[in-house]
């Protein structure tokens, strides 16, 4: 129970803030009377930081709140200053701080409660602690949450504009809730007093494309003028999407050049876009002629457009190609996706250029960005299936270095050590794996068990397997299928009870599993009719 104690302080460290007054309530009646007879003045409550200043002012308690790491610290200074700070009061900005680190920390609840007590202050605020949360409930995948908090803006005698709006809308795309878009705008005038802009149309336009409504996109964008809009490159870009996610590349291409025809330049999204469209209907010619004529016009490639062409040419399996374009990119300094740095890997590797591929993870170290769990992964299963386990091993040191590997990579090397029956340094990784921390799943137990098997140590495989089944890692039909074939394939059918009976007694037989049991044992009639029977004996208490 939290006490306060007089002329003392509330116990409890940086908690006791938020609990402080909980806390007076919490106690017996008898109590909670004789302290309401006692001067409550002569009560003190510790701050949640120290030193705490003496002198406070909004400016200054923002900053403590922005500064701070801790979420619920940060909480806590708030409520502390408002409640406890001799004649401090909080304002506008105070309440706009701790409510946008609230909100993009997705703690929404303590986030509302702040919006209900703002409101109630009657604390003169602006549109921006709206936007902000309305943005943030759409990232989060709740629009409705953001359409109420647009609704409710003028119950805090804040007069909604196309600011908030347009963010509401945006939330709404990226939730796919394209027909509420259309809906809100044909009454925002009316409605909620606020005159759409051309950002206002240039979302509209973008719900419509999605939903592949582009016919009635493009009545939107010939309207735009009598609404008193001009449409700009992001307009006619949008509608090009549009026809790009229909597979539509003759209108996009109508649509380029409309857009040169007014003479505008488009910008690297518009051109990458196109391209984009192209490498998807497999024309890679066609995207390269965009590619080459955007260089022409002056136009740098982004990270997209390299992003682009290089996943094109991996498709085509021109490894080549996408090395050339994967260099140009590092050498403007953008940072590839794991993604895309593991398709170059695949395709290199997949036409024996392990080599070229494992220099990319070393240029890649060189530039600055670290490969992570999934490049390195990639690399270390790819040099373990061309034999070259030490080169994996050597790759694996050299990340450990400066990254923690996870469960992915540990297993990828486990697998190539065991493939290469080198089930010595296997258990040294998988040592090292669970002193960090990594629980071993079925498929690391499932590799050493393989291992031990086709060394022809079989024992050592079913003590493997009992460790597994023991330590609640459920095994799956590639767990079966190893030991059965190896036990039947040395002559040792008889110890399919063995582990059938060990399975059992741990509830470790998933329905999918025992189907391949009994199908298994039915095909191994002509290995022992003894051995069968014991086996079937054993499956049939399931």
Same mark, same amino acid.
């Given at each position: 129970?939290? @006490?306060?104690?007089?002329?003392?302080?509330?116990?409890?460290?940086?908690?006791?803030?938020?609990?402080s007054?909980?806390?007076?309530?919490?106690?017996p009646?008898?109590?909670?009377?004789s302290? =309401?007879?006692?001067d409550?003045?002569?009560?003190?409550?510790?701050?949640?930081? @120290?030193p705490?200043?003496? @002198?406070?002012?909004?400016?200054?308690?923002?900053?403590?709140?922005?500064?701070?790491?801790?979420?619920?610290?940060?909480?806590?200074?708030?409520?502390?200053?408002?409640?406890?700070?001799? !004649?401090? =009061?909080?304002?506008?900005?105070?309440?706009?701080?701790?409510?946008?680190?609230?909100?993009?920390?997705?703690?929404f609840?303590?986030m509302?409660?702040l919006?209900s007590?703002?409101?109630a202050?009657?604390?003169?605020? #602006?549109?921006?602690?709206?936007?902000?949360?309305?943005?943030?409930?759409?990232?989060?995948?709740?629009?409705?949450?953001?359409?109420q908090?647009?609704l409710?803006?003028?119950?805090? !005698?804040?007069?909604?504009?196309?600011?908030?709006?347009?963010?509401?809308?945006?939330?709404?795309?990226?939730?796919?809730?394209f027909d509420?878009?259309?809906?809100?705008?044909?009454?925002?005038k009316?409605?909620?007093?606020?005159?759409?802009?051309?950002?206002? /149309?240039?979302?509209?336009?973008?719900?419509?494309?999605?939903?592949?409504?582009?016919?009635?996109?493009?009545?939107?964008?010939?309207?735009?003028?009598?609404? !008193?809009?001009?449409?700009?490159?992001?307009t006619?870009?949008?509608?090009? #999407?549009?026809?790009?996610c229909?597979?539509?590349?003759?209108?996009?291409?109508r649509?380029?050049?409309?857009i040169?025809?007014?003479?505008?330049l488009?910008?690297?999204?518009?051109?990458?876009?196109?391209?984009? !469209?192209?490498?998807?209907?497999?024309r890679?010619?066609?995207?390269?002629?965009?590619?080459d004529d955007?260089?022409?016009? #002056?136009?740098e490639? *982004?990270?997209?457009t390299?992003?682009?062409?290089?996943e094109?040419?991996?498709?085509?399996?021109?490894?080549?190609?996408?090395?050339?374009?994967?260099?140009?990119?590092?050498?403007?300094?953008?940072?590839? =996706?794991s993604?895309? /740095?593991?398709?170059?890997?695949?395709?290199?590797?997949?036409?024996g250029?392990?080599?070229?591929?494992?220099?990319?993870?070393?240029?890649?170290?060189?530039?600055?960005c670290?490969?992570?769990?999934v490049?390195?992964?990639?690399?270390?299963?790819?040099?373990c299936?061309?034999?070259?386990?030490?080169?994996?091993?050597?790759l694996?040191?050299?990340?450990?270095? #400066?990254?923690?590997? *996870?469960?992915?990579?540990?297993?990828?090397?486990?697998?190539?050590m065991?493939?290469?029956?080198?089930?010595?340094?296997?258990?040294?990784?998988?040592d090292?794996?669970?002193e960090?921390?990594?629980?071993?799943?079925?498929?690391?137990y499932?590799m050493?068990?393989?291992?031990?098997?086709?060394l022809?140590?079989?024992?050592e495989?079913?003590?493997?397997?009992?460790?597994?089944?023991?330590?609640s890692?459920?095994?799956?039909?590639?767990t079966?299928?190893?030991?059965?074939?190896s036990?039947?394939n040395?002559?040792?059918?008889?110890?399919?009870?063995?582990?059938?009976?060990?399975?059992?007694?741990?509830q470790?037989?998933d329905?999918?599993?025992?189907?391949?049991?009994?199908?298994?044992?039915?095909?191994?009639l002509?290995?022992?009719?003894?051995?069968?029977?014991r086996?079937?004996?054993?499956?049939?208490?399931?």
């Open positions: 129970m939290w @006490r306060c104690t007089r002329h003392g302080h509330l116990n409890g460290g940086p908690a006791a803030v938020s609990r007054v909980l806390a007076i309530h919490s106690l009646s008898a109590e909670l009377s302290i =309401s007879a006692l409550l003045n002569s009560f003190t409550v510790t701050p949640p930081i @120290r705490w200043p003496q @002198r406070l002012y909004p400016k200054r308690l923002v900053s403590m709140i922005t500064r701070q790491q801790n979420l619920d610290l940060a909480l806590q200074i708030f409520d502390y200053a408002g409640k406890y700070h001799p !004649g401090f =009061s909080h304002n506008y900005d105070t309440y706009l701080s701790i409510i946008q680190r609230l909100s993009r920390a997705r703690a609840e303590p509302e409660s919006l007590q703002l409101r202050s009657r604390i003169p605020c #602006g549109e921006n602690v709206f936007v902000f949360v309305i943005r943030n409930y759409g990232l989060a995948s709740k629009p409705r949450l953001a359409l908090t647009f409710r803006i003028d119950g805090f !005698g804040v007069q909604r504009s196309v600011r908030s709006l347009n963010t509401l809308l945006n939330a709404l795309v990226q939730n796919k809730r509420l878009v259309h809906t809100i705008f044909k009454n925002s009316t409605k909620f007093g606020v005159v759409p802009n051309v950002f206002t /149309c240039n979302i509209l336009i973008k719900a419509l494309c999605r939903k592949n409504d582009v016919e009635v996109a493009l009545k939107v964008l010939d309207e735009m003028p009598s609404m !008193g809009m001009i449409p700009n490159v992001v006619y870009t949008t509608v090009l #999407g549009g026809y790009v229909r597979g539509d590349m003759e209108g996009a291409k649509v380029f050049s409309e040169l025809d007014r003479g505008w488009p910008d690297a999204t518009t051109y990458t876009i196109l391209m984009d !469209g192209y490498c998807k209907l497999g890679l010619v066609d995207a390269i002629k965009v590619m955007m260089e022409e016009n #002056g136009i490639p *982004n990270d997209v390299y992003g682009v062409m290089i094109a040419y991996c498709k085509e399996e021109k490894p080549g190609e996408a090395l050339n374009l994967l260099d140009d990119l590092l050498e403007k300094k953008y940072v590839p =996706s993604v895309l /740095c593991c398709k170059v890997i695949d395709v290199l590797c997949g036409q250029k392990v080599d070229d591929a494992y220099e990319l993870w070393k240029r890649l170290l060189r530039k600055n670290m490969p992570d769990n490049i390195s992964s990639t690399l270390i299963y790819w040099l299936k061309e034999g070259n386990i030490w080169e994996a091993k050597k694996f040191d050299e990340f450990e270095k #400066g990254s923690i590997p *996870n469960v992915l990579t540990y297993n990828t090397l486990i697998a190539g065991c493939e290469r029956g080198e089930l010595c340094e296997a258990g040294k990784l998988w090292d794996m669970v960090k921390g990594h629980v071993p799943i079925a498929f690391t499932n050493l068990i393989k291992g031990f098997c086709e022809g140590n079989v024992d495989g079913v003590r493997v397997f009992e460790e597994m089944v023991e330590k890692c459920m095994p799956n039909q590639s079966y299928y190893i030991l059965i074939e036990l039947y040395c002559g040792r059918g008889e110890e399919i009870s063995r582990v059938l009976s060990t399975t059992i007694s741990c470790a037989l329905s999918d599993s025992w189907e391949f049991l009994v199908a298994k044992c039915i095909s191994n002509d290995k022992g009719k003894g051995n069968l029977e086996a079937m004996s054993e499956i049939s208490t399931f």
